[in-house]
């Protein structure tokens, strides 16, 4: 970088709680909790979401950093595209997206991910579609459910099991990769 200090994602952190691009804005990151990193995750490995959460911290929130540890993946980076909460129901603006894509970039650049797991599948649409855009094409893209779909409709154990299929697919993809 030649003399240049890369940014880190604490510095990050603050320039997105310090946005005012959106005027209803309430900018979020993933918090760390029980020993999961969240936001500061610095792994090879993310989770995106498409927008933060509408409450503080839900039994949904809690039930996906409980899966997180107990499937190995406490250091990872913890993300959504867009930064700021929304209200129930209220779908994410093109214009939002945009104000956001500087700061989910400049994640991209810091963390390096080798693989993105994105959370549902409205992300998943999103991130076929942004992660080229973005210049990002050697990163492998999973898919799980979301965290609040899951919570909402009973389906834990069933997410459990995304978690181990998960764990268990990188592994081997790892391990054949070296």
Known sequence: ???EEKETISELKKKIHNCCKCDKAEPWTFPRYNNVSGFLGDSDIMFVAERP?????SK???????????????????TDITKCRKKVREEVSLEEISNCLVYFKEELAIIRPKVIVALGNKT????KALLP???TLDVQL??????SYVS???KEDEYDDQFKNLKDKLKQTYTKSG
Not at 53 to 57: A, C, E, K, V, Y
Not at 142 to 147: A, D, T
């Open 142 to 147: 999973e898919k799980i459910m979301h965290y």
């Open 124 to 127: 998943y649409t999103m991130l």
């Open 133 to 135: 855009a973005l210049g």
């Open 53 to 57: 959460s509408t409450g503080r911290f």
């Open 1 to 3: 970088m030649h003399g």
């Open 152 to 154: 909402r409709f009973k």
């Open 60 to 78: 949904a929130d809690k039930l996906f950093y409980r899966l997180l540890r107990k499937h190995g993946f406490e250091k990872a980076h913890l």
